[in-house]
């Protein structure tokens, strides 16, 4: 048994997927599979029934989960306990955040040439997660976080960008409305994966006669270049450093689809000049 079998375990606990558990992981759904077929080899039960439509948990699976949550607990705690101590700041983030996160730390590294800055890509649970246990100084996320013991500090707030295929009807338009835009369908990841996003988009339409019209969820699997390919008359949004090769960009003249980008700190932690530094430079 091995730990990282124990997290792809936990992620296929709550993700109830297999696709989504290895996506959130980051590797792909046949090593996820192969790693979870290991375990229950090693501790000879079944975790899993599969079938082609859903994953259900095993008696087994109930109760292992709490013990493998507590070991990863345990294995953040034993790497927050013999960190260095020396001047040193780990930063949980996603790629969407790489381009703004590497150079708030090339700007720290420069004024503490003597700091070691981590970057750290983790999935939005997770990075809750680490900076909870101490395993991460801070992290970003999009929106906000309400839970004991964490703080969170806006950074700044950033549009969200409207993307279509060229064959859509809008695409050779300079600007659009989002009343442009309503009666062409919206299509987006289902909404139990993109809370935040499916919010935003319903106060953005709130005071307008008419809402957007949404098309069939974006499926796990799908990338929304490939869905807007498919259905050139739909239209999509997206985070602003998203990729958008093979898409074209339209600019919304209301600046209705804003959403704020925060740090999550430990509340009592008593920020170092080197994080009070890089966090300054995450502002700019």
């Not at 996820?32 to 080899?41: G, P, T, V």
């Not at 034993?78 to 150079?103: E, K």
């Amino acid at each position: 048994m091995e730990l990282r079998q124990l997290a792809y375990f936990v992620a296929v606990c709550e993700e109830l997927s297999f696709s989504k558990a290895a996506s959130r992981c980051f590797i792909s759904q046949s090593a996820i599979s192969h790693q979870i077929a290991r375990l229950e080899r090693d501790l000879g039960v079944s975790l899993f029934e599969r079938t082609t439509r859903a994953v259900i948990p095993t008696d087994a699976t109930t109760r292992l989960l709490p013990l493998a949550k507590q070991m990863l607990s345990l294995e953040s705690a034993i790497r927050a306990t013999v960190r260095t101590t020396g001047p040193r700041i780990r930063l949980a983030a996603n790629m969407s955040f790489a381009t703004r996160s590497l150079s708030a730390i090339a700007g720290t590294r420069a004024a503490h040439t003597d700091a070691e800055i981590e970057y750290v890509i983790k999935p939005f649970r997770q990075r809750i997660t680490a900076v909870a246990d101490g395993d991460c100084d801070l992290a970003l996320i999009r929106g906000s976080v309400d839970q004991p013991g964490l703080a969170v500090e806006q950074l700044w707030v950033e549009d969200l960008v409207i993307a279509t295929s060229s064959g859509h009807p809008l695409a050779t338009r300079e600007t659009v409305t989002l009343a442009d835009l309503s009666p062409y369908p919206l299509l987006l990841p289902p909404e139990q994966e993109q809370v935040l996003l499916h919010n935003i988009i319903r106060a953005a339409f709130a005071d307008l006669p008419k809402g957007p019209t949404y098309g069939p969820p974006i499926p796990p699997d799908h990338t929304a270049t490939m869905e807007l390919l498919n259905r050139p008359d739909a239209w999509t949004v997206l985070y602003a450093e998203s990729p958008t090769e093979g898409l074209v960009v339209l600019e919304l003249t209301e600046h209705r689809l804003r959403i704020p980008v925060s740090a999550v700190l430990r509340s009592d932690a008593r920020p170092s000049p080197i994080l009070a530094t890089l966090l300054a430079n995450l502002h700019r």
